[in-house]
Structures are given as C-alpha cells and as structure tokens.
C-alpha cells in the first residue's frame, strides 16, 4: 500500500500511475498537496525491474523464435513490469539522494 507520508491518504492507483511516468522527482500529493518522493530503495527495485524487462524483450531473438512468441513475451514482460513497479511504490517526505548523493 502506498500511503501518503503527511496525510496517510492511499494513493489510488490512477495516482501511481501518473507518478511513475513523471519525470520531476518529487510529486505534490493530490489530497493534501505536500510534496512526496519516491525512496531510494523504491528506484532501486525499479532500475532492477526495468534491467530484467530489458533482458527478456530480447531473450527470443536468441532462440530465433517467432514473431508471435516475441510478441507474447513482450505483452507479458510488459503487463508484469509496469504492474511491480506500481504496486511496490514507496514514497518518503523528503528527497533520499540518488547514485550520486545517497
Ligand atoms: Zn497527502
């Protein structure tokens, strides 16, 4: 569950949504508008989501498989992908630093 860290609101799932497709790093909340981050941890996990999503849309060009296989995995590797990263949002009141200021 992904709560605000000033108001305790759940965010909905529109909310994250929006949030994972902005590229500004913080996000006002849309109850209370106080300003919530992604955590650091939350970036991790999803670099490492994004990396093995990455590895599998290529994985059936190593077996020489079909377009409809390729196609499937790449459905599949989507939904899956786009759905773990929603649903492991954690967000924190203030900016945790990144690769270069943690
Ligand atoms: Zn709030």
Request: glycine letters at 4%; aromatic letters at 18%; proline letters at 3%.
């Amino acid at each position: 569950m992904t709560r605000c860290t000033n108001c305790g609101t759940q965010w909905i799932f529109k909310e994250k949504l929006r949030k994972s497709f902005s590229l500004d790093r913080g996000m006002p909340c849309p109850h209370c508008g106080e300003a919530q981050y992604l955590t650091w941890r939350y970036r991790k996990k999803s670099i490492l989501i994004t990396f093995l999503m990455i590895l599998l849309f290529f994985l059936p060009s190593f077996f020489n498989a079909s377009w409809s296989i390729f196609l499937a995995i790449f459905t599949i590797t989507l939904a899956a992908g786009l759905f773990l990263q929603i649903h492991t949002f954690e967000l924190i009141d203030k900016d945790d630093g990144d690769f270069w200021n943690v």
